[in-house]
């Protein structure tokens, strides 16, 4: 069983940076990071493969967010720069099988979710 628990959301202004943060996320998984805004679909923002040599983001958030993994720790990052209004969602972290990573961020693959947290970017 995997157990995921975000941390590091909260409120900012647009051009502000953030970087949230998911314990639980053991080395052997593909990781990611999802967010989904009220009335919206649920959309992956940005993944990594268990080794971390390799990441993918949506093309929305590229240049501004950053993903990284501590496999030493089991912790997951993500470091948001730049923020934007449109970036204000629950953002969610979630662990996967290797195949999740070839899918890139297509949610169905990943087994394992955390409660997800809040980041609100003010304009």
């Known amino acids: 069983q995997v157990h995921l628990v975000e941390s590091g959301g909260g409120s900012v202004q647009a051009g502000g940076s953030l970087r949230l943060a998911c314990a639980g996320a053991r080395y052997i998984y593909c990781m990611a990071w999802f967010r989904q805004a009220p009335g919206k679909e649920r959309e992956g923002v940005a993944g990594?493969?268990?080794?971390?040599?390799?990441?993918y983001y949506a093309d929305s958030v590229k240049g501004r967010f950053t993903i990284s993994r501590d496999n030493a720790n089991d912790t997951l990052y993500l470091q948001m720069n730049n923020l934007k209004f449109e970036d204000t969602a629950m953002y969610y972290c979630?662990?996967?099988?290797?195949?999740?990573?070839?899918?890139?961020?297509?949610?169905?693959?990943?087994?394992?979710w955390g409660q997800g947290i809040q980041v609100t970017v003010s304009s």
């Open positions: 979630a662990a996967g099988p290797g195949s999740a990573c070839v899918q890139r961020l297509q949610a169905a693959p990943y087994n394992y």
């Open positions: 990594i493969y268990p080794g971390g040599t390799e990441t």
